[in-house]
């Protein structure tokens, strides 16, 4: 089966019945409902496979509970590793999102066609994720996913048209070959 999903890291067990708190975690459109499947693992490649008997999202705590961790004990096994889920189980589908590898490399240019540089990595992050544009210059600047900064997205012209927000590019950090080591 195939995860593609990040939710979250577990920090650490909660009471005697496996259940383990989530932290790290990523807004999703809806929770992970009961009998559904999730991957657990350090990495999405080797995660195992369990069944949700309990999934709780508030704004303040994550808790999941598995079918297959019966104790605290069994569920410290777990902690440090990432939970994964697949997109259908979160009501996500590819008209709502993209995939790493479909933004990476993407020119991003202003909606006046100014060629600002190249996405060069993504961050995901809790409240938003990051896109990191390295600049011509070699310069990398964070540039936040929100709707007053991301204007459009196109994956077939490999294109993202962005919003200048005022002191953006200030946030730039200098080129690698410039950076004291």
């Known amino acids: 089966m195939v995860f593609t ?5 577990i920090a650490r067990t909660h009471g005697l019945d496996g259940t383990m708190f989530l932290m790290d975690t990523v807004g999703i459109p809806q929770g992970l409902r009961e009998g559904a499947t999730v991957g657990i693992g350090y990495s999405r ?23 297959e961790i019966a104790s605290a004990d069994e569920a410290q096994a777990f902690v440090e590793q990432a939970v994964y889920c697949r997109p259908e189980d979160v009501g996500l589908n590819d008209d709502d999102r993209f995939r790493i590898g ?17 996405v060069s990595d993504v961050w995901l992050m809790p409240a938003n994720d990051v896109w990191v544009v390295t600049l011509p210059d070699g310069r990398t600047v964070p540039f936040p996913v929100i709707d ?3 204007l459009n997205v196109d994956t077939d012209s490999r294109r993202i048209v962005v919003e200048l927000i005022p002191g953006l590019l200030d946030l730039g950090s200098p080129a690698a070959e410039d950076r004291d080591e």
């Open 102 to 118: 479909d933004i990476e490399g993407c020119a991003v240019i202003t909606k006046d066609g100014t060629h600002i540089g190249t």
């Open 148 to 150: 007053d900064v991301i």
């Open 45 to 67: 490649d080797f995660a195992k496979t369990f069944t949700i008997d309990a999934f709780d999202a508030t704004p303040m705590r994550t808790t999941l509970r598995v079918k």
């Open 5 to 9: 999903e990040y939710i979250g890291v």
